[in-house]
Structure formats: structure tokens, C-alpha cells
């Protein structure tokens, strides 16, 4: 039996992330899991969802640049502080020890265990939100969060974020292989 | 000690999703997990990216309607195909029990305990990809999934998508409460 619950957004759970960038010279992060894949090709695009207000953005149109970094389950308590105190009013700049690659003004978070330096591609208005979309210039991990040389969600263990419990929750077990599973059905 | 696996997307595990769309009169599925949140604000807008080439986006185009279909873990099978055949070579009408909400042309499946109905708000243009943006109209759930009248992740089961593996994975358990864990750091 379905019901209906207005037009809410129920695309969660989403990939909890710390936006960094430089804002009046100093690092600033953000919380954000309003995320987005854009496209999955050359130039690889993300972006970010920040409302209009939210100091971190100012930093990421002066500079043209900003990362996006992954926090493990251990950052739950810096990751979440990060998303209730504004740059406005409390320097956040303290809060992480920072680490550089090629892109200016992309301050990278070295505890977390994921890092993409990020250009500002464009950036898609809506009455409320900017919509940073960012190219993906490189991306660093520790190794001790890969096996083969990838990216390993288990060792990783993102913060998945879900609007309707308001929480974070970890990431499961494997389910099944993709573009394989299907194919029983041909 | 960190390596650099070039300008890899790593923003994963996202949503798995079965997008909805009426193609030349018939409904037409295809299973996306490059989706956006690009606001949180009415009105709702979240996104779909989907490369040119695809059958789909012809009659999202043509409709300015899509619905945004959430499979359970048992459902891993369906939603898997439905990413590996096309709907040029493969009609896919009959793959799921559809209904219809408000949004003319925006076939939901029944068998999916979340769905959103979605009226084509704006397409952003990637060289690859159409991301389509859609304003949420309505959002229907089996009560099954719901806890006090909001859907809880742990009875959803959603598939969540992981490029690095290329594997679907399960969501785990709570780790904390969010806007509240970071507290304790004030």
C-alpha cells in the first residue's frame, strides 16, 4: 500500500563530504551531502550543493577552486562540527591540518582518507542554492583505504547521509556485481 | 601515506535509481546512479546524468516528465538489467508494473517502495551527458518503509552504487546524529 508524503527528496543515502576552500586567505570547510554526479567522462564533473548564504561560497567564486574530501566514520564529530558552525562567525581553519596539490586555493583535508582537487567548472543557479560543479583535476587516497590500487569502500567507510533520520550511517556489505547480476534476465 | 590515482571520480556510493520515462508511447526504465541533490529548498530539484546516446533522455526530452524510481536490495536483478539493455534494441515496458501520479508521462513502478514523480525543470549540457534536472511534484512509499511516516533507510534497503568496485552495496547501521554529534566540539 503507498502513500504519498508531498514532494520530498528521497534520494538518500548520500556520500557525506568536507568542501574546502580558501575564503579571505585562510582555509574554510563545509559539510555537505548534497552532492551530484554530473557526468562520467572527460572532463569529470561533480558539484555541490551550498545555500546562497553559507560562507565557503564566497571563497570558491573568488578562487575559482575548491576540494572535496571524503571523511571516514572516525570523523564523525569534526565532520559534523563543521556543517553547524559557519566560517562567518568561527575560524574553521584550525580544525584540519591541510595538504596542497595543483590546483591554488584547494585546501585538501590530510585525515581524510579521499581528496579531489577540484576546479570550478561552472557554477548552476537556483533561487536558493549555488550548484558548484567542479572538474575533477586529481585525486589522492591513502593506501591504506585501497586494494588493487582502487578505492576501497569497507577500508574507506564513508559517511552516508540521510535526510529523513537525519543521521549518518556507514556503508553495508556487497550485494552483487554490477552490469553482471542483470544479465540472467536476457 | 598518500598516492594519486589521477583525476578519478571517487564520490561514491551513490543512490541506485530506475529512471522513468515515456519513449514513443511506451514506458521506458534505465538504471542511473549519477544523480544530484541540486537544492534543498521548494522547489525540490535533484538530477539524473545520462550520456547522449541513450534511449531515454529522447523522451524525457519530449515529455519534460521522469520519475525517479527507488529499487530494494531484492530487486538487484531487475534494476541491473535495466542498465545493461537498451531500450533501442530491448523493449522494457513489460519489466515492471507501472501507476501514474500527476505528472502526465511520468511512468512510476510499483514494485519500487519509493518513488518520485518529476516534471523536467532544466537540462544542464555536458559535452557526454544530459543532466537532467527535475523538480519533485510528488513522492509516493509503501508504508512497509516507513517509520513514523518517513522512510527509514534500514526497511528501504536501497542499492547503493560504487564505481571503484563496480559493485551494489547494502547501507549499514546509524553512526550518529546529525547536527548534533559536532556538538561537542563547540
Redesign the interface.
Known amino acids: 500500500?503507498?502513500?504519498?508524503?508531498?514532494?520530498?527528496?528521497?534520494?538518500?543515502?548520500?556520500?557525506t563530504?568536507l568542501a574546502g576552500a580558501m575564503v579571505d586567505g585562510k582555509p574554510n570547510f563545509i559539510t555537505i551531502?548534497?552532492?551530484?554526479?554530473?557526468?562520467?567522462?572527460?572532463?569529470?564533473?561533480?558539484?555541490l550543493?551550498s545555500?546562497k548564504a553559507h560562507y565557503t561560497n564566497k571563497g570558491i567564486k573568488a578562487n575559482k577552486a575548491f576540494s572535496?574530501n571524503?571523511p571516514s566514520?572516525n570523523l564523525?564529530?569534526?565532520?559534523?562540527?563543521?556543517?553547524?558552525?559557519s566560517g562567518k562567525t568561527t575560524d574553521k581553519s584550525a580544525l584540519f591540518e591541510v595538504?596542497y596539490g595543483q590546483v591554488e586555493n584547494a585546501p585538501m583535508i590530510k585525515k581524510c582518507p579521499?581528496?579531489?582537487e577540484c576546479r570550478l567548472y561552472d557554477i548552476?543557479d537556483?533561487?536558493?542554492?549555488d550548484?558548484f560543479?567542479g572538474?575533477?583535476?586529481?585525486?589522492?587516497?591513502?593506501?591504506?583505504v585501497?586494494t588493487d590500487?582502487?578505492?576501497?569502500?569497507a577500508k574507506l567507510k564513508?559517511?552516508?547521509?540521510?535526510?529523513?533520520?537525519?543521521?549518518?550511517?556507514?556503508?553495508?556489505?556487497?550485494?552483487?556485481?554490477?552490469?553482471?547480476?542483470?544479465?540472467?534476465?536476457?
Chains 1, 2 share one sequence.
Open positions: 500500500m503507498k502513500t504519498t508524503l508531498n514532494a520530498i527528496n528521497a534520494l538518500y543515502p548520500t556520500p563530504v551531502a548534497h552532492i551530484g554526479i554530473v557526468n562520467h567522462a572527460r572532463p569529470y564533473l561533480i558539484s550543493s545555500a572535496v571524503m566514520e564523525v564529530v569534526e565532520t559534523d562540527y563543521a556543517g553547524i558552525v595538504f579521499v581528496n579531489m548552476y537556483t533561487p536558493t542554492h550548484l560543479i572538474e575533477i583535476v586529481q585525486t589522492h587516497a591513502e593506501e591504506s585501497l590500487g582502487k578505492i576501497d569502500l564513508p559517511l552516508l547521509f540521510d535526510m529523513s533520520s537525519i543521521k549518518y550511517w556507514s556503508v553495508g556489505q556487497v550485494v552483487a556485481d554490477c552490469w553482471k547480476v542483470g544479465k540472467q534476465l536476457k
